[in-house]
Structures are given as C-alpha cells and as structure tokens.
C-alpha cells in the first residue's frame, strides 16, 4: 500500500496513454524486469489485466495457418484468445497428454497448446512437464497460464518454446497481468499484440503495488506466507495441489442454498453455476489464503459438512 501510495504520489492516478506512445513510466520497466527475474525468463511483458494478457498473446502467435490445441477446462480468457486468433481451435479432453500427441502428429505443422497450470474451478493441475516435452517434440509453442499457480508447480519448461502467462492479482494482491518468456517472443507481443498496443497502460499504482508485493514473495516472509498457505489447504483438503478446492453440489438452486448457509456463518463461499461451469457441475468455490487461521479452517470443514 506505501508503495502505491508513493507510485500515486509520483506519477499520478493514471498512465495518461498507451505504453508506446506516452504511457511508459519507470515503474512499469522495473516491475517488468522483476518479473521476468521472478519466473527465470529473459523478458516479460505487462498487460492491463491477465485476460488481455491471453488475448494477446493467442491473437499475436495465432492465426490463419496455425492450429490451437486446447486443454477443454482452460479458463474463458483463453477461450476468447483462441475465438480472436482466427485459428484452427481443437479442444482436448482434460489433461489428456495422449490426445495431445496423437493431435500433434495428426496434423503437423505451427501449433500452439495453451493450458492453465492450475485450473481455475477445480484446483487441480496440468501435466506441464508432460505437456513441454510433447511440443518439444513435435515443434510446437506452449502457452502456459499460471494465473492460480500460488502453489506451484514451477515446472521445467528447458528445450520447449514457451510463453508464460500470469496475474498480479492472485499471486500479488495488485492489479495487471504479464507474459514471460524469450526476449524475440516478447519483442513480437510489443510490436503486434494488440490488446498491449491499443490500450493505457496500468496504473502507476498499480505497478508499484506488484512490484512491492513481488519484492515480499520472494524474501523470507513471503517464502514463510507461502508455507502456511499450504498448511491451510492440507488442512482444508489434504494432498489438494492448490488453494482452490471446488466442493460439486450440482444443482444450482442448492448450490446457492449453500453459499447462503456458509455466509450466515461468516465464511464467503462463492457458489459457482453455468457458464463458468457445465450444467450439473454447480458448485462451491473455496478459496484459502495465508491470513486464514487453523480455527478457522476447522470452522470451514464443519460449516460445509452442515451446509451440503
């Protein structure tokens, strides 16, 4: 928050203008180059949001000629990035890597396989590793969504063209999305990404709030942060991989029900209904973080019980 406050101080609410043509301020750079420090890439790129940064990066490495192979759970920024991209789309059945290779031998040719690593309703994640050995042998780019990536995994992408797509707002409590990967990659996303070019550029507050918060994730007290987020979601749900843990209900009239019972108890538990979900999958959407206590999470289990 100080360093929002000082951004503000310094530069104004707004960027005024689009990053190229009067936009740019030092914050915007330094948060960049954090953040390509962060995730061992030589480069990242900001984004207003982490939509546009999808939208961006699928309509700049897609298009006629190229094929989209798409994991059927990917979040709806990735979905509308592949509808922009004008390319041939085929979406593939959840985390299977067979179907992925038997479509990147079907068809050889410029490819492109965009998956979350951990998806957005369900918490579970994508075989990345699996993913990037695929594309390194068939010659294909993977876009890498690590939006609801809190815990990890932080996977080996060496030897596969990569993009890594990511948010301010999940890991970092700010606002703005970012794209990380080869310096050519990124000098491409400059030059024809439109949702980079055509747009003004993120708040100064904005940017100084992430950059400060990314600053924290990686000290001590944010690698302590980090294990106790993970002491939560094994107490909520062990063995879960991430700090989204779904409950399925189905209906969605009890879903709501619910939502309604755990929030007079005092915990905000999303329900979740279509379209964010398929029809017959409604559900409540627990998210955890690093402030909730023990007792807390205890509450949580018995409430659900009760409430389901």
């Not at 994508?126 to 993977?142: F, I």
């Not at 876009?143 to 797509?165: F, Q």
């Not at 794209?179 to 491409?188: H, I, K, N």
Request: proline share 6%; glycine share 10%.
């Amino acid at each position: 928050m100080a360093a929002a406050h000082a951004a503000l101080d310094r530069w104004g609410a707004g960027a005024g203008a689009a990053r190229l043509v009067a936009g740019s301020r030092p914050v915007h750079g330094e948060l960049e180059a954090a953040l390509a420090g962060w995730k061992g890439e030589p480069a990242a790129l900001l984004f207003p949001t982490g939509y546009t940064a999808n939208l961006g990066v699928l309509a700049t490495f897609a298009g006629a000629g190229v094929r989209v192979l798409s994991d059927e759970r990917n979040h709806a920024s990735i979905v509308d990035g592949c509808r922009l991209s004008r390319a041939e789309v085929c979406v593939y059945r959840h985390r299977d890597l067979d179907q992925v290779d038997d479509l990147l031998r079907s068809a050889p040719g410029r490819t492109v396989v965009v998956t979350d690593s951990v998806f957005s309703m369900d918490g579970d994640v994508a075989p990345v590793e699996a993913l990037a050995t695929l594309c390194t042998d068939h010659g294909a780019l993977l876009v890498l969504d690590e939006a609801h990536a809190v815990l990890g995994p932080d996977p080996d992408l060496d030897g596969a063209d990569h993009l890594r797509v990511g948010t301010l707002s999940k890991y970092l409590g700010a606002m703005g999305g970012f794209v990380a990967g080869p310096q050519r990659f990124v000098d491409l996303l400059v030059n024809r990404a439109r949702p980079f070019i055509f747009t003004t550029a993120s708040s100064p507050a904005d940017a100084g709030a992430g950059l400060a918060a990314l600053d924290i994730l990686r000290s001590k007290e944010g690698d302590e942060l980090v294990a106790r987020l993970r002491a939560n979601v094994g107490l909520l749900a062990p063995g879960h991989p991430s700090p989204i843990v779904p409950i399925v209900i189905g209906d969605e009239d009890a879903t709501v029900a619910a939502s309604a019972a755990l929030r007079e108890r005092g915990f905000h538990v999303p329900a979740i209904r279509p379209p964010s979900v398929a029809p017959g999958t409604s559900r409540l959407r627990i998210s955890v973080s690093a402030l909730h206590t023990p007792d807390q999470i205890r509450a949580l289990v018995h409430g659900v019980a009760d409430a389901t």
